[in-house]
């Protein structure tokens, strides 16, 4: 179940830092996505070779949709007004979709994830 997440960071000024609110929103749904099997395309799903954390290039992309509007979702106020600038309509959000991406990508670069075998 996800829930909204709450931020304790804020910037010098006291204002809250929405940046890092949206870093760890987006990690978090980055999480999700790497470790459910359910994310998976058809054919890695059944693979007893598919082991966590799983590669970008194997996520469905329906899950990873599913994900970005789960991110909107549980942001908190100041990122959720963010995010609504960039909200397309088909309810898709380019902006989440845009750090998500850079975010597995990122993982992937920096040891976080396993490189696919073949």
Not at 40 to 56: D, I, T, V
Not at 76 to 88: F, H, L, V
Not at 91 to 110: H, K, M, V
């Amino acid at each position: 179940m996800l829930v909204p997440y709450r931020s304790n960071f804020h910037s010098n000024d006291g204002t809250r830092d929405t940046d890092v609110d949206r870093q760890h929103e987006v990690g978090k749904g980055r999480q999700r996505l790497v470790q459910n099997k359910d994310a998976l395309l058809p054919q890695f799903k059944q693979s007893p070779l598919a082991q966590p954390p799983y590669h970008r290039t194997h996520i469905d992309f329906k899950a990873f949709l599913r994900e970005t509007k789960a991110i909107h979702l549980s942001a908190c106020p100041e990122t959720r007004a963010r995010y609504d600038k960039a909200s397309g309509p088909d309810d898709s959000n380019a902006a989440i979709s845009w750090l998500l991406w850079q975010a597995l990508r990122g993982g992937e670069q920096n040891g976080y994830d396993k490189h696919p075998s073949s």
